[in-house]
């Protein structure tokens, strides 16, 4: 059932350099994934995210080759032939699939992407100071303004805040500028037929071929990012299934030149997935000094009353917000500003599993209402570890006994777990935050 909202609204088709990111298998309630390269403080994911500072993350101007790793365009053929025949016994019809598939391409800088790791994990400051910058800042405001209406609308049906789905578009796709030029029905076809992904690569494809199948959008202008995230908000073709929604009454489900149905669809999935009206996401606070930094890992849950018991206090006017629920959060450490985060932060989580990701929509949705950004300083005197360094402090805590799981040169829960430990027993504030100083204690106890 469809219903209207505002008078259709189009966003012509860009075609650009970068943008959207990779997203989560496909059995997880991931939708989207920021459009900003994650920092060493996020939650492990499957995949990494990529870049909108001007990389060519989706590889114009770059000069791929026609193989990658003994992958070449006669094996994709062959990849697609058996791929049609295992779509046809699930029911995609003939036409369907010849649409998809007659002109299809193997794309070698698809996997290229994929196998990337990167050479250092992004310091949160870092990643904040261009997620929520003041010009992405400003263009939320205008883009709020300008589609307010539909906004309030799409507040009134579904009880998410205009703000909150203005600051996941800009995330996502800077507003529409850069969801990706990438023909989805290529991407996931690579990435099947390289096969590292191809359980949910497959999942995917068949996920598009409906949308296909349906008519919401033609296959050339079905675009995104290289790991198949779509449109404004960037929604992988399962969750589009699930969630996108026609408001604007055209007969189509249209993330990607509507802003109705984008603004509509992101909603949907927000409250789909468990938003509670009027509540805030979270609010910076002060910790006491006493604090027991275990408490700050966000999987510590209590109300409000129970966290100001233990000292927490609000850094300005605004007071504590009044939480049944609520987690601690202290991404860069003893050294950096903390937040108490509610149930509509997990819901943003369930978005992009990152907490770095949902931190910026927060600050980003704060900021367009007119709302302070961070008060307190982030430590930004302290290097990020490198990819390499931060697998040699996982090796290093292993050897000493810290168990930090097998070294992946990603800092995740294990490794924060064994950094925690090794702090307590030195008498260090155990925060679980890795630094350059901290990596230096490490390797000295290691070789000593």
């Known amino acids: 059932m469809t219903y209207r909202l505002a008078p259709h609204v189009a966003v012509p088709l860009i075609v650009v350099l970068a943008g959207c990111a990779t997203h989560a298998p496909a059995d997880t309630p991931t939708a989207g994934a920021g459009a900003t390269k994650q920092p060493a403080t996020t939650t492990a994911r499957q995949t990494q995210p990529q870049s909108t500072n001007g990389s060519n993350e989706h590889g114009a101007g770059e000069s791929t080759p026609a193989s990658v790793n003994g992958r070449d365009a006669a094996g994709f053929a062959r990849w697609v032939a058996g791929f049609e025949q295992r779509a046809k016994a699930k029911g995609i019809s003939s036409a369907t699939l010849n649409t998809a598939f007659a002109d299809a391409e193997f794309l070698p800088h698809v996997i290229k992407l994929d196998n990337r790791q990167p050479e250092f994990n992004q310091a949160i400051w870092d990643y904040l100071d261009t997620a929520v910058s003041a010009t992405r800042i400003a263009h939320g405001r205008e883009k709020l303004a300008t589609d307010q209406h539909t906004a309030d609308q799409v507040a009134a049906r579904y009880g998410v805040p205009g703000s909150v789905i203005v600051a996941i578009w800009g995330m996502e796709s800077n507003y529409g500028s850069n969801f990706g030029h990438y023909e989805t029905i290529d991407a ?11 359980s949910f690569a497959e999942h995917q494809l068949y996920a598009a071929l409906r949308i ?7 296959r050339s202008n079905m675009q995104g990012s290289w790991a198949g995230a779509m449109g404004n908000t960037q929604f992988l073709p399962t969750s589009f299934l699930s969630y996108a929604v026609d408001a604007d009454g055209d007969g189509r489900r249209d993330i990607w030149g509507s802003i109705p149905d984008t603004m509509a669809s992101t909603a949907n999935y927000l409250a789909k997935n468990g938003w509670q009206t009027g509540q805030p996401w979270g609010r910076e606070v002060e910790l006491p000094a006493n604090f027991d930094y275990a408490q700050a890992a966000g999987d510590t849950h209590q109300s409000t009353a129970a966290w100001r018991a ?13 939480f049944d629920s609520a987690a601690i959060i202290a991404p860069a450490g003893a050294s950096g500003p903390a937040f108490m985060v509610g149930p509509n932060f997990r819901v943003i989580l369930r978005y ?3 907490t770095s990701y949902a931190l910026a929509v927060g ?21 990020s570890l490198s990819h390499d360094q931060v697998l040699t402090l996982q090796r290093d805590l292993n050897t000493l006994g810290y ?6 040169g990603i800092v995740g829960p294990n490794t ?3 950094v925690r430990a090794f702090q307590n027993d030195r008498g260090l504030t155990a925060d ?15 070789s000593g």
């Open 416 to 418: 924060r777990a064994g």
């Open 188 to 198: 996931l076809a690579t990435l099947g037929y390289d096969g590292r992904r191809e």
């Open 363 to 383: 600050l980003l949705s704060d900021q367009i209402r007119g709302e302070p950004g961070v008060q307190q300083s982030w430590p930004r005197d302290e290097a």
């Open 310 to 322: 233990e000292g927490i206090r609000p850094v300005d006017s605004r007071g504590l917000p009044q």
């Open 403 to 408: 168990g930090s799981g097998t070294p992946d």
């Open 352 to 354: 992009n599993n990152a």
């Open 212 to 218: 296909l199948a349906d008519g919401d959008i033609s």
């Open 432 to 446: 679980g935050f890795p630094t350059q100083s901290l990596l230096d204690k490490v390797e000295a106890a290691t």
